[in-house]
C-alpha cells in the first residue's frame, strides 16, 4: 500500500494543486502569479519523481499493481512534466488570457497529471481514468482559449 502511494505522489501533487488552484480562482487576487505557482507544482512533482525513482527504484513486484514503476514510465514522467513546465512558461507570456489565469493552470496541472498517469498504468481502469483526467480539462482548456 506504502509503495503505491509513493508510486503516485507526483500525480498527487500535481492534482492536489490543480485543484487548489482552480478553487482559489474564484476568488480575487493577483492574476499575474497563477503561473509560478504552477512552475512550483511542476517542480514539487518532478523532485518526487526523483526521489521515487531513487527511493524504490525499478523493483519488480511479484502482485501486480495498478501502476508501473520502470524506467521507461519515469522517462515519460520526466518528459511530460517538462512539456508541462514549457506549457507554462508559454502561456505566462499571454497577457489576453489573465481573466481566467487560475483555472487555466489549474487544469493544465490535471492534464499534465493524467498523462503520467497514462504512462504509468498497467490496468486498463487506470488507463481510463489517465485518459478522462486528460480528455476532460483539454474540453474546458479550449473552452478558455
Known amino acids: 500500500m506504502q509503495t503505491a502511494f509513493l508510486t503516485l505522489l507526483p500525480e498527487t501533487i500535481l492534482i492536489i494543486a490543480g485543484c487548489l488552484f482552480i478553487f482559489a480562482g474564484s476568488f480575487p487576487a493577483r492574476r499575474g502569479v497563477w503561473g509560478w505557482w504552477s512552475l512550483i507544482a511542476i517542480g514539487g512533482a518532478a523532485f518526487a519523481e526523483y526521489n521515487l525513482t531513487r527511493i524504490v527504484g525499478n523493483q519488480i513486484s ?9 524506467q521507461l514510465s519515469s522517462l ?8 508541462g513546465a514549457l506549457f507554462t512558461l508559454t502561456a505566462m507570456q499571454d497577457r489576453d488570457h489573465q481573466l481566467n489565469a487560475a483555472e487555466f493552470f489549474g487544469l493544465l496541472l490535471n492534464v499534465v497529471a493524467g498523462m503520467m498517469i497514462v504512462a504509468s498504468a498497467n490496468e486498463l481502469i487506470l488507463l481510463f481514468l489517465g485518459l478522462e483526467l486528460i480528455s476532460i480539462p483539454m474540453y474546458v482548456l479550449l473552452y478558455l482559449g
Open 62 to 70: 511479484t502482485v501486480p499493481s495498478l501502476v508501473l514503476n520502470d
Open 76 to 83: 515519460f514522467h520526466y518528459a511530460f512534466l517538462l512539456l
